[in-house]
């Protein structure tokens, strides 16, 4: 992604060419930029127009120090995905959005409130909404507020013997569920007989399978590289 026009303004000599050669050079620039040097020409527009003790900024972005989650996309404006916290000093509260789980980073004042629903089987935190109480000279109380809303999610690991024995596994009951099974070979209508027990089970992972087509890769080399680094380096 390029980053927006109009900020940083150009670079010296940029336009001293004709008028394709500047296009090219103004676009190889922006390219060239990250998310950090984005947002860092984007607070300090905004900075010198604050009139109030207290203030807010939005902002989307992956904030150094954040936990993420399966199901969030990777930010990358320049090649590099990963903001500093202290871009959003001048501000009294920054509220973050990109990662789903609830969480601050950086300082108590620098937040992610989190999504109300979870996306994938890796949110297991408890959802949350963020309440802040700005004073007049900025001094922000916030407050987390639990909100228990829609199904949780819950991963499950054993034996199709071993799940079909665990009824009373703490929750599951009404929780979508994944089941990573670790029986040695296929299991014959597997969901079938979990949904008896799991009535919300979403989704199976047979781990012993991913082992045996990891364990063939790796005896595998292409060009002399291992086929499992191959794959991951593409």
């Keep these: ?8 303004g ?6 001293d060419t004709d008028a394709s050669d500047a296009v090219e050079a ?17 607070v300090a527009a905004a900075a010198p127009q604050l009139r109030s003790g207290r203030s807010i900024a939005v902002a989307h972005a992956f904030v150094a120090g954040g936990a993420s989650s399966e199901s969030e996309r990777d930010l990358l404006v320049g ?18 959005g ?15 409130s989190g999504t109300p629903l979870a996306y994938s089987f890796s949110e297991t935190d408890p959802k949350s909404i963020t309440v802040v109480d700005l004073a007049p000279d900025g001094a922000a109380d916030v407050t987390e507020v639990p909100v228990p809303v829609g199904r949780a999610v819950r991963t499950l690991t054993g034996s199709i013997a071993e799940l079909l024995a665990r009824p009373d596994e703490p929750g599951a009951h009404e929780c979508f569920v994944r089941a990573i ?9 597997a969901k079938a007989r979990r949904m008896d027990i799991y009535p919300m089970n ?18 595998l ?3 002399g590289e291992n086929l499992v680094n191959t794959v991951r380096a593409f």
Excluded: C, W
């Design 202 to 219: 979403y989704e199976k992972a047979t781990r012993a399978v991913a082992n045996t087509l990891e364990k063939l890769a790796e005896e």
């Design 98 to 112: 990109h990662l789903h789980r609830p969480q601050s980073v950086g300082a108590p004042t620098i937040r992610y």
């Design 79 to 96: 090649g590099t995905a990963v903001v500093g916290a202290e871009v959003f000093a001048p501000f009294s509260y920054t509220a973050l």
């Design 26 to 42: 103004s676009y190889a620039r922006r390219m060239r930029r990250t998310h950090e040097s984005v947002l860092r020409d984007a």
């Design 221 to 223: 080399d292409i060009n």
């Design 181 to 189: 099974l670790t029986d040695p070979g296929v299991v014959l209508d």
């Design 1 to 8: 992604q390029a980053a927006p026009d109009g900020l940083g």
């Design 10 to 15: 150009p670079v010296a000599g940029e336009y």
